[in-house]
């Protein structure tokens, strides 16, 4: 007769390794090894961006900037701002273009720091996502790192997270944040504004990312992938 306890281990053995192997982050939805090839498609843009105040490499936990250039200041103040593209990530998802958008990120922080009268030195983006597409992410974050070059900001860190079971798979959100410096003398405040002031205005170079949801309620987008094509 066959031993049945043999057979009953032998099968929970099996079942074990079967769970281990579900028991990984991949199985789980969250792709470690498409994190790997983003950060490498992605180098040559980041590495564009930097300034020589930058003393970390792409990769670590943390990004370092020397401040000993400013030293010549009364008193250096940094200044910050953070901020996110919004529903304009719906355009870039139905237009299925992504390396754009990014530049309405760094835009939407630097902007805040420039109106403080500050010089931007440096951002940092958060990407999170449903999945990760290599070649997609480095796209967001070649548009990233053209709105760094246009307002002389190093790229110095980001994070991409992927959100299984949290987003649909392709679609994502796209925030950052930007630090930069302004002697304290020199920040602009509004408090000294008065009546007879001249204000200057600026054409847009398009729409930016202030106000969509009424923009795309006014052009009615949504609407499959292509039709503004």
């Given at each position: 007769?066959?031993d049945?306890?043999?057979?009953?281990?032998?099968?929970?053995?099996?079942q074990?390794?079967?769970?281990?192997?579900?028991?990984?982050?991949?199985?789980?939805?969250?792709?470690?090894?498409?994190?790997?090839?983003?950060?490498?498609?992605?180098?040559?843009?980041?590495?564009?961006?930097?300034?020589?105040?930058?003393?970390?490499?792409?990769?670590?936990?943390?990004?370092?900037?020397?401040?000993?250039?400013?030293?010549?200041m009364?008193?250096?103040?940094?200044?910050?701002?953070?901020?996110?593209?919004?529903?304009?990530?719906?355009?870039?998802?139905?237009?299925?273009?992504?390396?754009?958008?990014?530049?309405?990120?760094?835009?939407?922080?630097?902007?805040?720091?420039?109106?403080?009268?500050?010089?931007?030195?440096?951002?940092?983006?958060?990407?999170?996502?449903?999945?990760?597409?290599?070649?997609?992410?480095?796209?967001?974050?070649?548009?990233v790192?053209?709105g760094?070059?246009?307002?002389?900001?190093?790229?110095?860190?980001?994070?991409?997270?992927?959100?299984?079971?949290?987003?649909?798979?392709?679609?994502?959100?796209?925030?950052?944040?930007?630090?930069?410096v302004?002697d304290?003398?020199?920040?602009?405040?509004?408090?000294?504004?008065?009546?007879?002031?001249?204000l200057?205005g600026?054409?847009?170079?398009?729409?930016?990312?202030?106000?969509?949801?009424?923009?795309r309620?006014?052009?009615?987008?949504?609407?499959?992938?292509?039709?503004?094509?």
């Open positions: 007769m066959p049945y306890r043999k057979l009953v281990i032998k099968i929970t053995k099996k074990q390794i079967q769970e281990e192997k579900l028991m990984d982050y991949k199985n789980s939805g969250v792709d470690i090894e498409a994190g790997y090839k983003s950060v490498e498609l992605m180098k040559k843009y980041v590495q564009g961006t930097m300034r020589p105040e930058v003393l970390t490499g792409l990769g670590g936990f943390s990004g370092a900037f020397s401040m000993e250039k400013f030293k010549n009364e008193k250096p103040t940094l200044v910050s701002g953070t901020d996110g593209v919004g529903t304009k990530l719906k355009l870039a998802f139905l237009m299925d273009k992504h390396d754009t958008i990014g530049i309405d990120c760094v835009a939407m922080c630097v902007n805040d720091i420039a109106c403080a009268g500050g010089e931007p030195l440096f951002f940092l983006d958060y990407i999170a996502c449903g999945k990760n597409y290599p070649e997609k992410i480095a796209a967001i974050v070649s548009g790192a053209e760094c070059k246009q307002s002389d900001a190093a790229l110095i860190g980001g994070e991409t997270a992927e959100h299984p079971g949290l987003m649909p798979e392709d679609e994502y959100d796209l925030a950052g944040f930007a630090v930069g302004v304290e003398k020199d920040i602009i405040t509004g408090a000294d504004v008065k009546a007879g002031d001249v200057i600026m054409a847009s170079s398009g729409v930016h990312s202030n106000g969509f949801s009424l923009v309620k006014i052009f009615e987008m949504t609407r499959k992938p292509g039709y503004l094509l």
